[in-house]
C-alpha cells in the first residue's frame, strides 16, 4: 500500500484500519528479550519494562482495551494493565517488535526521545500525586505517550503526520478516559486549559517542565511561572524544582537499570545478535527437559552447531573428593581428568565458583592453568570455554574447545551461556534424582539431609568471599570510600551462615544471636544495600530517622530480616516515579512503657480488603495486588518473638506498617 503523503490522507487511511507501526526503544527491548530467553515464567520485571517504552505502553493498552472494553481509567493501576500478561503473551510481543525494528529504520535520536518520554511520565505521576489525583498510574501512561510520536517508524513523515498518526492510535483505544486529549491540547495555551480534565492539565504540564529537566543548573529563577502551569495554588516553587530534580534522578537511574551501563541505541546487526540469542535460549529450554546426560548433550550440540565449538568435556563435582570429574557425554567417553576445586586455577573450578562462563586463548598462557593449555592442545584448538552447569556448585562444567574466533564470541557474552549452562543443569531436578535418598531419611522430602549437605557446600564458597573481603579491607583501609559496603557485605554472610547452621538442626529455630541494636544505623545500612534495587525502578526512598533512640534488645538479625522484609515489599509494591517512606520515633503508653516505633510506606495502590483480611497468612501470595506473601508471616513471627507488635493500614495511596518494639 502507497504512505499518505499527509495526515489528512493519513486520518483517511486509518479509517480502514491502517496505521504504521510504532517502534520501541531498541535499548528496552534488547533488554526484554534478555530476561524472556527460555523462561517459562516471567519475572515481574520483564513485564515492568514495557510501562517504560511508549510503544510498548501503547501495545499493552491495546490489549487491555480489547479485554476490557469500555472500562474507565479513573482508578487504574498498572498492576491492572499488567495481571493479565501471561510469559507468552510478553514474549510475543517481544518478538514481534525486534521483527518490527529488523525490517524499518530507527531514528537517529530514538535515544533522546525516550529519555524526555520518561521524564514526562515522573514528571506527570509526581504532578497527580501531588494534586491527589485518583490514578497517577494513568497519568504516567499519559505523560509517556505524549511522546509516542517520535516512535513512528516511518521516517518519512513530517512532525504532523507523526502526530496524527500517534493521535489516531490513542483515539482507537475503547476505553474511558481523557488520555487522548492530552495530545490532541498540548499546544493549547494555559488559559485555554484552566478548565480541562485534571489528566490533560498535569500531563501537559508535566510536558512543558520537561526540557528544565535536561537543561541543567536548575534553580528557582529559572522555572516557569505557575500561572501557565494550572498549579499555582497547590504547588510551590521549592517544590517544583524538587520535583524536576527528583525526575531526572529517576530517569538516570531507570537508564543504569539492572548494572548496564546504559539503554542506548542499537543497530540492526545489534539486534539481530540479540534476537538470534533470544532463539538460542528458546531452543535450549524446549530441549533441555529430559535426563541430566540428555540436556547437557545438547548443549554441547547447540555450541557446536551454532558456535563452530567442539570437543565437549563433561565435568561433575564428586561432593566427597570435592574435584570435578570427567563423565560419558554422548558418543564421547569420560577421559582421565580430574580438576581441583577450591584453589584451583582452571577455567572449570573458576567457572563452578563464579557462576560465570569462563574463557582461555592459547595465546595468552600466563592467564592459563595448565590442565588448560594441554586441553587446548590435545583438541588442537586455539582457546577453551567453562560453562557452568545448573544453578547451584553441586552441579558441573561443560568445557568445550574450538578456534579463537569462536572462542572471543563466548567470552563476549558471557552472561548468555552461563544462562545456557543454567537451563541445562535444570534436568536434573525435574528427573526424579534423589528419590531414594529422600526415603532413606524417612521423609518425603528428605529435607534436613538435603540442608546439612548445601550447610557444608555452601559454606566453602562463602568462606572465600569473607576471606577476600578481608583481603580487600585491608588493601583500601579503613578510611576507603568503599569500607562501609564491605562491612555491610561482610555482616550479611555472616547472617547468611547463621540462617543455614539454624535450618540444619531439624527441629531447633535457626539461631541468632542476642544483643543490642541502632535501629537508625541498621535502617541506613539496608537503603543503602537496596539501593540498586530501587534506584532501579526509578523511585526515590526517604527516611525521617528520629535521634537518639534507645537501643533496641533482642535478635539484631531478627530486627534486620523484620525491616528488610517490609522495605522490600514496599519497594516491589511502588510503581516508577513513586516514594518509599521509612520512619522511627520514640512512643510510651499510659503504663509508662517504652517503645521504639518504626513505619515504612509505600506509594503504591494499597491491597484489596479480601487480601489485607488475611495478609499474615503464610500460604497468602498477592504480589500483583499489594504486597502480600510468606514474607509478612515471618516479619509477624519474628516481631512477635521480640515481644513487639505490628499493624498496618491501607488505602488508594499506598500502605503504611507500623512496628513497635519495647526497648527495655
Known amino acids: 500500500m502507497p504512505r499518505p503523503a499527509h495526515p489528512n490522507a493519513l486520518q483517511a487511511e486509518s479509517g480502514k484500519g491502517w496505521s504504521p507501526p510504532f517502534l520501541s526503544h531498541t535499548g528496552v527491548l534488547a533488554h526484554l ?63 514481534s517488535a525486534a521483527t518490527e525494528f529488523l525490517t524499518r529504520p530507527t531514528h ?10 520518561i521524564r514526562g511520565a515522573v514528571l506527570s505521576r509526581m504532578l497527580a500525586e501531588k494534586i491527589a489525583y485518583p490514578s497517577p498510574d494513568e497519568a504516567w501512561l499519559a505523560g509517556l505517550l505524549l511522546w509516542l510520536p517520535g516512535f513512528v517508524a516511518d521516517t518519512g513523515l513530517d512532525p504532523a503526520g507523526a502526530r496524527q498518526c500517534a493521535q489516531d492510535a490513542l483515539d482507537r483505544l475503547p476505553l474511558r478516559t481523557f488520555l487522548p486529549d492530552a495530545l490532541r491540547y498540548l499546544d493549547e495555551p494555559a488559559q485555554r486549559l484552566s478548565d480541562a480534565a485534571p489528566l490533560v492539565q498535569l500531563t501537559v504540564a508535566a510536558h512543558r517542565l520537561v526540557p528544565l529537566c535536561t537543561s541543567g543548573g536548575l534553580n528557582r529563577f529559572n522555572l516557569p ?10 504547588i510551590s516553587q521549592e517544590n517544583l524544582l524538587d520535583m524536576l530534580n527528583t525526575a531526572d534522578m529517576a530517569v538516570e537511574a531507570l537508564y543504569t537499570e539492572n548494572g548496564r551501563s546504559h539503554l542506548g541505541e542499537m543497530t540492526v546487526d545489534e539486534m539481530a545478535f540479540e534476537l538470534i540469542r533470544y532463539n538460542q535460549l528458546e531452543l535450549a529450554a524446549n530441549a533441555m527437559r529430559d535426563s541430566e546426560e540428555s540436556a547437557i548433550l545438547t548443549l554441547a550440540n547447540l555450541l557446536a ?35 581441583r576445586i577450591n584453589g584451583g586455577k582452571a577455567a572449570a573450578a573458576r567457572a563452578l565458583l563464579t557462576r560465570a562462563t569462563v574463557c582461555v586463548l592459547q595465546s595468552a598462557p600466563g592467564d592459563a592453568a595448565v590442565i588448560d593449555l594441554q ?34 564470541t563466548l567470552a563476549a557474552q558471557p552472561e548468555h551461556y552461563a544462562r545456557m549452562g543454567w537451563l541445562a543443569g535444570r534436568a536434573k531436578s525435574a528427573s526424579g534424582a534423589g528419590t531414594a535418598g529422600n526415603a532413606a531419611n524417612g521423609r518425603p522430602d528428605g529435607l534436613p ?48 551462615v547463621g540462617i543455614l547452621r539454624g535450618l540444619a538442626q531439624e527441629e531447633a529455630e535457626p539461631r541468632m544471636v542476642s544483643e543490642t541494636a541502632d535501629i537508625n544505623a541498621l535502617i541506613q545500612d539496608l537503603v543503602k544495600v537496596t539501593q540498586p534495587t530501587w534506584q532501579s525502578k526509578g523511585i526515590q526512598v526517604s527516611t525521617l530517622l528520629t535521634p537518639g533512640l534507645s537501643p533496641i534488645s533482642g535478635s539484631r538479625d531478627k530486627l534486620k530480616q523484620i525491616v528488610l522484609n517490609l522495605l522490600l515489599n514496599a519497594i516491589e509494591a511502588t510503581p516508577p516515579g513513586g516514594t518509599v517512606r521509612m520512619e522511627t ?72 506498617f507500623q512496628i513497635s518494639l519495647p526497648t527495655n
Not at 515492568?48 to 517504552?53: A, R
Not at 472500562?71 to 498498572?78: D, E, I, N, P, R
Open 225 to 234: 511561572l505557575l500561572d501557565d502551569l494550572f498549579f499555582t495554588a497547590r
Open 449 to 496: 539431609a538435603r540442608v546439612h549437605r548445601a550447610t557444608h557446600e555452601i559454606n566453602n564458597p562463602l568462606g572465600i568471599i569473607k576471606n577476600y573481603l578481608a583481603i580487600l579491607k585491608v588493601k583500601l583501609g579503613d578510611d576507603a570510600p568503599v569500607s562501609d559496603e564491605l562491612r555491610i557485605i561482610y555482616e550479611e554472610l555472616d547472617r547468611i
Open 108 to 117: 537517529s535520536n530514538q535515544d533522546a526521545t525516550w529519555r524526555l518520554a
Open 33 to 95: 528479550l534478555s530476561d524472556l530467553g527460555g523462561r517459562q515464567e516471567a519475572e515481574a520485571q520483564s513485564a515492568h519494562l514495557l510501562l517504560i517504552d511508549p510503544a510498548f505502553a501503547l501495545r499493552v493498552l491495546e490489549l487491555f482495551a480489547q479485554a476490557h472494553a469500555g472500562a474507565s481509567l479513573s482508578a487504574f493501576t498498572h498492576a491492572d494493565l499488567l495481571k493479565d500478561l501471561d510469559t507468552c503473551t510478553l514474549k510475543s510481543i517481544a518478538t
Open 585 to 656: 520515633a520514640a512512643l510510651a503508653n499510659f503504663r509508662h512503657q517504652h517503645f521504639i516505633e518504626i513505619l515504612v510506606a509505600d506509594s503504591g495502590s494499597g491491597i484489596s480488603p479480601e487480601v489485607a483480611s488475611r495478609l499474615f497468612d503464610p500460604l497468602e501470595t498477592a504480589k500483583g495486588n499489594g504486597h502480600a506473601g510468606l514474607g509478612l508471616s515471618i516479619v509477624k513471627s519474628l516481631t512477635q518473638s521480640m515481644q513487639g507488635d505490628i499493624t498496618f493500614k491501607t488505602g488508594a495511596s499506598g500502605t503504611t
Open 375 to 408: 586441553l587446548i592442545h590435545q583438541a588442537d584448538a586455539d582457546g577453551l570455554a567453562a560453562i557452568p552447569l545448573g544453578d547451584s556448585d553441586n552441579q558441573g562444567v561443560l568445557l568445550v574447545r574450538g578456534n579463537a574466533a569462536s572462542i572471543s
Open 305 to 339: 552447531s551454532q558456535e563452530g565449538i567442539t570437543a565437549p568435556i563433561y565435568l561433575k563435582r564428586n561432593p566427597h573428593s570435592g574435584y570435578l570429574e570427567a563423565q560419558a557425554l554422548g558418543a564421547h567417553a569420560a577421559p582421565p581428568i580430574s580438576i
